[in-house]
């Protein structure tokens, strides 16, 4: 569970070790890489993780000129 001091988030946000770990696996450099999520197939759920991509790693401090959404889906 996380807070922003407006809400309470539940399971939204991985906590810094799992997000290290995904940083280390894809050779992620967060100050410096442009992160590029994309929507895959266009469904509604992969609409919806695209959000909480962008959510959670702007709540670990990635810079939001370091990430970019696709527009539209394969």
């Known amino acids: 569970m996380r807070s922003n001091g407006v809400i309470e988030t539940i399971q939204m946000v991985p906590d810094g070790a799992t997000m290290d770990a995904l ?3 894809y050779n992620i450099d967060p ?3 442009m992160i590029v999520t994309a929507m895959g197939t266009g469904s509604t759920g992969n609409a919806m993780a695209q ?4 959510y959670a790693l702007r709540y ?8 970019a959404v696709l527009n539209g889906g394969s």
Do not use: A, P, S, T
């Open 23 to 25: 940083f280390k696996k």
């Open 31 to 33: 100050h410096k890489d």
């Open 51 to 54: 959000g909480r991509i962008w």
């Open 60 to 67: 670990w401090g990635v810079d939001k000129k370091n990430l």
